[in-house]
């Protein structure tokens, strides 16, 4: 299977085997090992979305495992962060209800043949989360991390507003689905 894959599927497939990884990194406190495995992983979303629409290797297995790839590596981030107290549970509760509508709203439209884009807006967040995941690992990997910390509280605090901003704009962009 792997050797029948193109590049942007098989880096993909390297962000989702890195998750273990990191964690395990995160949970022994290698707080630095985690830093590099999750930037190494990011990196792989911002080339393999390139590689693809370049190169015209968008796939239906790429279409689907990106984007999923992308929130297993930031919610599993997130989950041990509500572990270890650098965030509150009800910021990721926030994120996962926007996920759950949007995915509700992408399989009733695909059950009636029809593809809802994703928008810019939910990009950003996306950004936002992967940044602010980030600064936190370089917060808990530095000896005074309370600033550096800080810092990635206001970047995971605007990923929060994109996050209702980015779910309520798809709601309304799309309100149609709910009339099917």
């Keep these: 299977m792997w050797s029948k894959m193109n590049l942007p599927n098989k880096l993909t497939m390297i962000r989702m085997i890195a998750v273990p990884f990191f964690i ?3 949970m022994l406190g290698a707080y630095p ?3 590099v495995l ?5 990196v792989t979303d911002f ?8 190169r015209g290797l968008v796939t239906n297995f790429g279409k689907i495992m990106d984007p999923l790839a992308d929130k297993i590596l930031v919610y599993s981030a997130l989950c041990l962060f509500i572990e270890t107290e650098i965030i509150d549970g009800w910021m990721l509760i926030i994120i996962l209800a926007r996920e759950f509508i949007v995915a509700g709203m992408r399989t ?12 810019m807006s939910g990009k950003i967040k996306t950004v936002l989360q992967m940044v602010a995941v980030i ?3 370089l917060g808990l990997s530095l000896p005074d991390y309370r600033v550096i910390i800080t810092a990635g509280n206001v970047i995971f605090i605007l990923s929060l507003v ?4 980015s779910g309520c704009e798809y709601i309304y962009r799309n309100k149609d689905v709910f009339s099917m």
């Design 135 to 137: 600064i936190f690992l």
């Design 108 to 119: 009733v439209s695909a059950s009636e043949g029809k593809v809802l884009a994703a928008g």
């Design 47 to 54: 080339f393999d979305g390139k590689i693809a629409r370049e």
């Design 24 to 26: 395990a990194a995160y």
């Design 162 to 165: 994109m996050t209702v901003y």
């Design 38 to 42: 999750f930037i190494a992983a990011s």
């Design 33 to 35: 090992v985690a830093l």
